[in-house]
C-alpha cells in the first residue's frame, strides 16, 4: 500500500509570490495534518483537517491556509511567501481524528524562498 | 507557554551500548506521549506511544517511561546499532484533537 505522498518534494520560490503543496493521505485515513519544520528544530503543527472539517489551527499567520477535499486529499496554501518560509512541509495521515495513535508522514516538500 | 526539551547536543555512543535519551515538559499536560525517528531529508517515523496512566512500554529494544509528575519521558534503545543512527523526536498530544507538540530532537549516533 502506498504510505503519504506529497508533491513536490523541492521547490524554489522568490519573497511575495504563493505556493500551494500537495498531500495524498494512506488510503482509508480521513485525518490530514500540516506541520512545518525549520532546520534543526522539530515540526510545528500548521493545521490538522478531519472528515473535511478543520479540526485545529497552530499559531501561524493568515497567510497559511488549507483544505480537505472528498477524496481526503489535501492542499496547503502559503500567500506572499517570506524567506522565513523556508522550511520542509510535512504531511501526516492518520485514521482517527485524535492523539490515540500514530501519525504517518509523508517525506515532505522542501520550500526554499530567496 | 507549553515547552518541550530533549538533549540539545547530540549523543554519541558504541554499538551494543544503551542509549538514552530525555524529554522534559513544562506547562503541559499530555495524555499521550509519542517518539518518533527522521532520518536526514526524510518524514518522521513512529517509534512508540504511551499513555499518561502508564509508566513504562516496550517494543523489542526500544523502551519508553513516563513520568507525569517530574513531567519527564525516557527513550532507551538497548543494544545499540550503527543503523539506529537518526534523530529522535518527542512529541505530546493532548486528550482531545489531533495536534501533536514537538521536541527539538536528539540526534543519536552509534559507532562500531
Known amino acids: 500500500d502506498a504510505g503519504v505522498t506529497q508533491s513536490p518534494t523541492h521547490l524554489i520560490k522568490t519573497r511575495g509570490q504563493h505556493v500551494t503543496l500537495r498531500c495524498s493521505p494512506i488510503?482509508?485515513?480521513?485525518?490530514v495534518s500540516w506541520y512545518q519544520q525549520v532546520l534543526g528544530q522539530g515540526p510545528q503543527f500548521i493545521f490538522q483537517?478531519?472528515?473535511?472539517?478543520?479540526?485545529g489551527r497552530g499559531n501561524f499567520p493568515d497567510r497559511f491556509s488549507a483544505r480537505q477535499f472528498p477524496n481526503y486529499s489535501s492542499e496547503l496554501n502559503v500567500n506572499a511567501l517570506l524567506l522565513g518560509d523556508s522550511a520542509l512541509y510535512l504531511c501526516?495521515?492518520?485514521?482517527?481524528?485524535?492523539?490515540?495513535?500514530?501519525?504517518?508522514f509523508g517525506e515532505g516538500s522542501r520550500l526554499t524562498v530567496l | 507557554s507549553q515547552k518541550i526539551e530533549q538533549n540539545s547536543e547530540a549523543l554519541n555512543i558504541q554499538e551494543g551500548k544503551t542509549a538514552t535519551l530525555t524529554c522534559n515538559y513544562t506547562?503541559?499536560?499530555?495524555?499521550?506521549l509519542q517518539w518518533y525517528r527522521q532520518d536526514p531529508g526524510r518524514g518522521p517515523v513512529f517509534l512508540l506511544l504511551?499513555?499518561?496512566?502508564?509508566k513504562e512500554k516496550r517494543k523489542e529494544r526500544l523502551k519508553v517511561t513516563f513520568d507525569t509528575t517530574l513531567k519527564q519521558s525516557l527513550f532507551h534503545i538497548t543494544a545499540s546499532q550503527p543503523a539506529d543512527s537518526a534523530t529522535y523526536l518527542c512529541?505530546?498530544?493532548?486528550?482531545?484533537?489531533?495536534?501533536?507538540?514537538f521536541g527539538q530532537g536528539t540526534e543519536l549516533s552509534v559507532k562500531p
Open positions: 501526516a495521515s492518520s485514521s482517527r481524528g485524535e492523539n490515540t495513535g500514530e501519525l504517518f
Open positions: 488510503s482509508g485515513h480521513k485525518s
Open positions: 483537517y478531519y472528515e473535511k472539517e478543520e479540526r
Open positions: 506547562n503541559y499536560s499530555p495524555a499521550y
Open positions: 504511551i499513555r499518561e496512566n502508564e
Open positions: 512529541a505530546l498530544g493532548a486528550r482531545r484533537g489531533g495536534k501533536l507538540i
